[in-house]
């Protein structure tokens, strides 16, 4: 069988033995110097050429486009032809392409969709993209804001009592506490192990879990003397004597009561038979002098 090509040169119409294939000929029309096709590419060299009325002779390139759909020939008088067969010549234009080595055969209709895609792929991105950033900038000012407001300060005080001399004495081991009055514990903080005549450890659950609701629990010194770092804001303040007592006919105020009883399990067993002292307060940055109360007489 003859391999059938075009002349680049004429696109004179030649054809020519088989082992003839990859041989150097001149055209007997026009005299071009050429080099004879394989037989699969000048089939589908044909096939395009009628396919799609190519002119020239090209270079394979590394990505090749052809129709899925089959296009209407037209006559050298540009007359209107049959509707062209795309399996054949779909089949020797793949065929052709996969003797060319690497390259990359793409339907145009693929194509067009891929080039309509990626604009709304890059457009989604972007927009994600700024909606995130947006997101992260508005979180990072709400908690500038928050942290704004509620800076560490560092909390002071001295807590003494009267051993009965007439004196004031520090009233070492006495406990301070600080509670947010906006927040509530999810589970009531357990009074035991905490309380001022044990001495728990830093790691005890409740004071971990005071610590971590943005409250303080403080131990006095020996002197009376306390610290702690705590944020700014409004406090309930519960002040618990190590050495006072309170007399046996004063019992715990209710209303106080209450109210602690919206952090603690058990009031009555934290304050037991101590003086103590419960107060509202604001803490504020620059603006705080140090928690200083006398329990006053130990009445036991």
């Not at 395009?48 to 486009?65: D, Y």
């Not at 693929?110 to 972007?126: D, I, K, N, R």
């Not at 942290?147 to 005080?157: N, P, Q, R, T, Y």
């Not at 005071?210 to 944020?231: H, N």
Request: some cysteine.
């Amino acid at each position: 069988m003859a391999i059938r090509f075009f002349c680049p040169q004429c696109r004179g119409l030649l054809s020519i033995g088989r082992r003839k294939a990859g041989t150097e000929i001149q055209c007997p029309k026009c005299g071009y110097p050429q080099t004879v096709p394989s037989e699969e590419a000048a089939a589908a060299a044909m096939a395009m050429q009628q396919f799609g009325g190519l002119e020239t002779a090209v270079e394979v390139p590394e990505l090749a486009v052809y129709d899925d759909e089959p296009v209407p020939l037209s006559s050298p008088r540009g007359r209107p032809r049959r509707m062209a067969e795309p399996a054949p010549i779909r089949a020797a234009t793949e065929k052709f392409f996969r003797a060319a080595g690497d390259v990359v055969v793409y339907p145009r209709q693929t194509l067009y969709y891929h080039a309509m895609l990626f604009p709304v792929v890059a457009l989604v991105a972007f927009a994600a993209g700024y909606l995130i950033g947006r997101g992260d900038a508005s979180y990072e000012l709400f908690i500038a804001g928050e942290s704004a407001g509620k800076e560490e300060v560092l909390v002071e005080g001295r807590l003494v009592y009267d051993p009965g001399t007439g004196k004031l004495e520090g009233d070492g081991e006495s406990i301070a506490i600080l509670l947010p009055r906006d927040k509530r514990p999810k589970k009531k903080f357990s009074v035991l192990g905490i309380r001022p005549h044990e001495s728990p450890a830093e790691s005890h659950a409740t004071i971990r879990g005071v610590r971590e609701l943005g409250g303080v629990y403080a131990r006095a010194k020996p002197s009376g003397a306390f610290d702690s770092l705590a944020l700014t804001g409004k406090y309930y303040v519960l002040l618990i004597s190590r050495h006072a007592d309170r007399p046996a006919a004063d019992l715990l105020d209710e209303l106080d009561k209450k109210q602690i009883g919206e952090y603690f399990d058990d009031p009555a067993t934290l304050i037991r038979d101590q003086k103590y002292h419960w107060t509202a307060e604001e803490i504020l940055p620059g603006q705080r002098d140090p928690i200083e109360h006398s329990f006053g007489l130990d009445e036991n």
